[in-house]
């Protein structure tokens, strides 16, 4: 009854055929591998963890009395000249996740996917949230930027996705 007909044979068919569909779903599966949700957070943390390291040993590396972040003029301060530099990016990748334009973080969500062994497709929802996760990444990454560029290494991320997660039993 659950294939809708009453004739064994025509069951028999709706089997073998949905079987075969079943199989045909499972292989596309197996050579299409995605990311869950979670490994796809776990990514986005990755880089953002990646990337406060490297700008700590960017600035580490800087010579004193240096812009990190730009160059600029003998009468410009290297600070506010950094500070300018930071803000105009946050706000750049802020309108970048209000209109869903991944562009800025192309290179890094492909090298990501690629590494992590799936398949680089731009229309997948992995791909799309993998992107949205950078691009948070990136905000969250260029307002600490900013307060540390500050003297203020005090500044924890606000984003849920990028707060420290509690360690369970």
């Given at each position: 009854r659950?294939?809708?007909t009453t004739s064994r044979s025509e069951a028999s068919r709706l089997a073998?055929?949905?079987s075969m569909s079943a199989d045909q779903l499972f292989d596309h599966a197996m050579s299409h591998p995605d990311l869950t949700s979670d490994e796809i957070d776990a990514l986005a943390r990755r880089w953002f963890t990646d990337a406060l390291e490297a700008d700590e040993q960017h600035r580490i590396h800087t010579r004193p009395g240096?812009?990190?972040y730009t160059g600029c003029g003998d009468n410009e301060d290297p600070v506010e000249a950094d500070l300018e530099v930071l803000r105009w990016l946050e706000g750049e990748y802020k309108e970048a996740i209000a209109y869903n334009d991944f562009v800025r973080v192309l290179p890094d969500v492909e090298r990501?996917?690629?590494d992590a062994g799936v398949p680089v497709d731009?229309?997948?929802e992995t791909f799309k949230r993998l992107a949205r996760g950078l691009l948070r990444a990136n905000i969250e990454f260029l307002r600490i930027a900013k307060a540390r560029r500050v003297g203020d290494y005090a500044s924890e991320p606000v984003d849920p996705l990028f707060r420290p997660q509690a360690h369970q039993p």
């Open positions: 659950s294939l809708h073998r055929a949905l240096k812009p990190v990501l996917l690629s731009r229309r997948s």
